[in-house]
């Protein structure tokens, strides 16, 4: 099959999304198809650019800045523009793929409405499968504050009603977006799915001779991946572990910097400056090899609507590197994972049982090294974007005729 990726993350460094639409690429290109991405939209701010090529190649994907530029302008009609721009651009690729037989279906992986309803139309008129992935509630129900009231409405109304078929995270999702899809429209749960071997083969290299504990996520928004649970946490257990630092991996959104500011200022009152690393957002070929090199892999995810839906990507790659792993019990996290077998599972909100976690771990070090293997284990049996391959490649050709 001919698949298009249609996204809005940056490509090919970025966060969660990115890593999903890598992972989810990768998959179907094991079964012999061919993948292209288009990000339909600028992603890199001028002051920090760090995906610099508008059209290139990423691990054998194809990618396309459809705006043919990567850089977001700063005067707003300018960025409405470069928006457009992406969004025409990329429909006017879409027809010529489909008119030269190189184009076989749609897998959209953004939230707007009039852009999700614009492909639609182009689909519907040339006949092309239009897929939605999905790993989290909407938007709508998330940040509610953000939207007015009667759009909330349609978009849940109407939204998940454009597509052909859904590749969906989560049972909790499944189960909730089963009713808001057309009746013909087919539904696949696809986990979180990462690339273990490049997590497995960084294990043996020793780069960096400090002991560090890792988190690797953003830093925007409601900080969902409560890094300000983690940091005091930290706190709680850095007078036993005098050499032991913090590495905050990760970036933020220019419109959330002020989360970002919240969580320096915090680092300064409990006089972590020079034991607290934040290394912003790096190129792809270091994460692994940062992760792999910690000592501990830490995730102290709150206990909201978000994580009840989600399953954290970054949560496969701290398995795949065989280090202990401490992660809150959220969501369907625990369907996975079982304290003291292939993980260590911290209460929820809960600064005193994180750090109880992180002392345990410390404490008996060649124990956890033991539980880190098992969840390598799980991270293989689950998680591998190669043991997926074959049930994505067998539902989306589903929609071929």
């Given at each position: 099959?001919?698949?298009?990726?249609?996204?809005?993350?940056?490509?090919?460094?970025?966060?969660?999304?990115?890593?999903?639409?890598?992972?989810?690429?990768?998959?179907?290109?094991?079964?012999?198809?061919?993948?292209?991405?288009?990000?339909?939209?600028?992603?890199?701010?001028?002051?920090?650019?760090?995906?610099?090529?508008?059209?290139?190649?990423?691990?054998?994907?194809?990618?396309?800045?459809?705006?043919?530029?990567?850089?977001?302008?700063?005067?707003?009609?300018?960025?409405?523009?470069?928006?457009?721009?992406?969004?025409?651009?990329?429909?006017?690729?879409?027809?010529?793929?489909?008119?030269?037989?190189?184009?076989?279906?749609?897998?959209?992986?953004?939230?707007?409405?009039?852009?999700?309803?614009?492909?639609?139309?182009?689909?519907?008129?040339?006949?092309?499968?239009?897929?939605?992935?999905?790993?989290?509630?909407?938007?709508?129900?998330?940040?509610?504050?953000?939207y007015n009231f009667f759009y909330r409405k349609i978009y849940i109304k109407y939204f998940y009603k454009l597509f052909d078929g859904m590749l969906i995270m989560t049972k909790t999702l499944m189960n909730y977006y089963k009713d808001k899809v057309r009746k013909n429209c087919k539904l696949l749960l696809v986990p979180m799915t990462v690339d273990t071997e490049k997590f497995f083969n960084n294990q043996n290299i020793i780069k960096n001779k400090e002991e560090y504990i890792a988190y690797c996520g953003c830093?925007?928004?409601?900080?969902?991946?409560?890094?300000?649970?983690?940091?005091?946490?930290?706190?709680?257990?850095?007078?036993?572990?005098?050499?032991?630092?913090?590495?905050?991996?990760?970036?933020?959104?220019?419109?959330?910097?002020?989360?970002?500011?919240?969580?320096?200022?915090?680092?300064?009152?409990?006089?972590?400056?020079?034991?607290?690393?934040?290394?912003?957002?790096?190129?792809?070929?270091?994460?692994?090899?940062?992760?792999?090199?910690?000592?501990?892999?830490?995730?102290?995810?709150?206990?909201?609507?978000?994580?009840?839906?989600?399953?954290?990507?970054?949560?496969?790659?701290?398995?795949?590197?065989?280090?202990?792993?401490?992660?809150?019990?959220?969501?369907?996290?625990?369907?996975?994972?079982?304290?003291?077998?292939?993980?260590?599972?911290?209460?929820?909100?809960?600064?005193?049982?994180?750090?109880?976690?992180?002392?345990?771990?410390?404490?008996?070090?060649?124990?956890?090294?033991?539980?880190?293997?098992?969840?390598?284990?799980?991270?293989?049996?689950?998680?591998?974007?190669?043991?997926?391959?074959?049930?994505?490649?067998?539902?989306?050709?589903?929609?071929?005729?």
């Amino acid at each position: 099959m001919n698949i298009v990726f249609l996204i809005t993350a940056p490509f090919p460094i970025g966060m969660a999304g990115t890593n999903r639409i890598i992972s989810l690429s990768k998959s179907l290109m094991l079964q012999n198809n061919n993948v292209k991405v288009l990000c339909i939209r600028p992603t890199e701010k001028n002051t920090k650019i760090i995906n610099k090529d508008i059209e290139g190649y990423h691990e054998d994907i194809y990618f396309n800045y459809t705006s043919n530029t990567v850089i977001w302008p700063k005067h707003k009609m300018k960025k409405f523009y470069v928006y457009a721009k992406g969004i025409i651009n990329s429909g006017i690729m879409i027809i010529k793929y489909k008119k030269l037989n190189k184009l076989d279906l749609i897998i959209l992986s953004q939230s707007s409405f009039i852009i999700a309803l614009f492909y639609f139309i182009v689909c519907k008129i040339y006949h092309i499968p239009y897929i939605y992935a999905i790993d989290e509630y909407p938007w709508v129900v998330l940040r509610p504050e953000n939207y007015n009231f009667f759009y909330r409405k349609i978009y849940i109304k109407y939204f998940y009603k454009l597509f052909d078929g859904m590749l969906i995270m989560t049972k909790t999702l499944m189960n909730y977006y089963k009713d808001k899809v057309r009746k013909n429209c087919k539904l696949l749960l696809v986990p979180m799915t990462v690339d273990t071997e490049k997590f497995f083969n960084n294990q043996n290299i020793i780069k960096n001779k400090e002991e560090y504990i890792a988190y690797c996520g953003c830093l925007g928004h409601n900080n969902k991946d409560g890094v300000p649970i983690l940091i005091e946490a930290f706190s709680q257990i850095k007078p036993f572990y005098p050499q032991l630092k913090l590495y905050i991996i990760g970036d933020t959104r220019e419109k959330e910097n002020i989360d970002f500011i919240k969580i320096k200022e915090q680092v300064k009152k409990l006089k972590l400056e020079d034991d607290v690393v934040f290394t912003g957002r790096l190129p792809h070929y270091k994460i692994p090899e940062l992760l792999s090199n910690a000592k501990i892999l830490a995730l102290a995810r709150p206990n909201n609507l978000q994580a009840q839906g989600g399953f954290p990507t970054k949560l496969g790659e701290y398995l795949a590197t065989g280090k202990p792993v401490i992660v809150t019990k959220v969501g369907e996290i625990p369907n996975y994972l079982i304290d003291g077998v292939n993980a260590y599972i911290a209460e929820p909100d809960s600064i005193d049982d994180f750090a109880k976690k992180l002392k345990e771990v410390l404490d008996d070090y060649d124990r956890a090294l033991i539980i880190g293997k098992e969840g390598q284990k799980t991270a293989n049996k689950y998680f591998d974007y190669k043991t997926q391959s074959k049930n994505i490649h067998l539902f989306l050709s589903s929609f071929i005729h």
